[in-house]
T-cell receptor
């Protein structure tokens, strides 16, 4: 069966550490993958996109990797801050135009000071 | 001003009532979506529209209907609300090339 899984529902880390969130999938062949941030009571906000032929993308303190052999994407936040506390969603996209997309259930990150 | 707006933001209604959730966007995107979010189930697609004359069912369309009144407006209706439709509802848009979803602030719907 087809599945998309994010490593755990909740991740707790201390300020200054690197947070690593995992998105695994089975029986899918996505064209690319997106990561979103969602704060409580708000809509998700796009953060980063990585294509199947890219190994790594960076944006400020954020880094995303994509391993199509392992069928896994890792999302890293370096030097984490309490303001990074939120739910992070991965989304698999199956065509270049982004027509067909499914979301993972999300991982809630809590960064304590 | 927000690019994607939803009204109402919160709504409590009774079983059997008809209710409409409205979405407007100023992003100029042709593609609009309605998602439902439930704890533990994530975001699930209800309906989507790629232009004014195009309406498509998503993963969980039963019990819902939509209307695309204009490029900028996409409304979701629950013809006869039931308690298991209690959820957070999001409207989203995307352009025709990137697939990035731009979400509205959400409507929290409670059906008693």
């Amino acid at each position: 069966s087809q599945k998309i899984e994010q490593n755990s529902e909740a991740l707790n880390i201390q300020e200054g550490k690197t947070a690593t969130l995992t998105c695994n999938y089975t029986n899918y062949s996505p064209a690319y993958l997106q990561w979103y941030r969602q704060d409580p009571g708000r809509g998700p906000v796009f953060l980063l996109l990585i294509r199947e032929n890219e190994k790594e993308k960076r944006k400020e303190r954020l880094k995303v990797t994509f391993d199509t052999t392992l069928k896994q994407s890792l999302f890293h936040i370096t030097a984490s801050q309490p303001a990074d506390s939120a739910t992070y969603l991965c989304a698999l996209v199956f065509d270049q135009a982004g027509t067909a997309l499914i979301f993972g259930k999300g991982t809630t990150l809590s960064v304590s000071s | 001003d927000a690019d994607v707006t939803q009204t109402p933001r919160n709504r409590i209604t009774k079983t059997g009532k008809r209710i409409m959730l409205e979405c407007s966007q100023t992003k100029g995107h042709d593609r609009m979506y309605w998602y439902r979010q439930d704890p533990g189930l994530g975001l699930r697609l209800i309906y989507y529209s790629f232009d004014v004359k195009d309406i498509n069912k998503g993963e969980i369309s039963d019990g819902y209907s939509v209307s695309r009144q204009a490029q900028a407006k996409f409304s979701l209706s629950l013809e006869s609300a039931i308690p298991n439709q209690t959820a957070l509802y999001f409207c989203a848009t995307s352009d025709a090339t990137s697939g990035l979803r731009y979400f509205g602030p959400g409507t929290r719907l409670t059906v008693t």
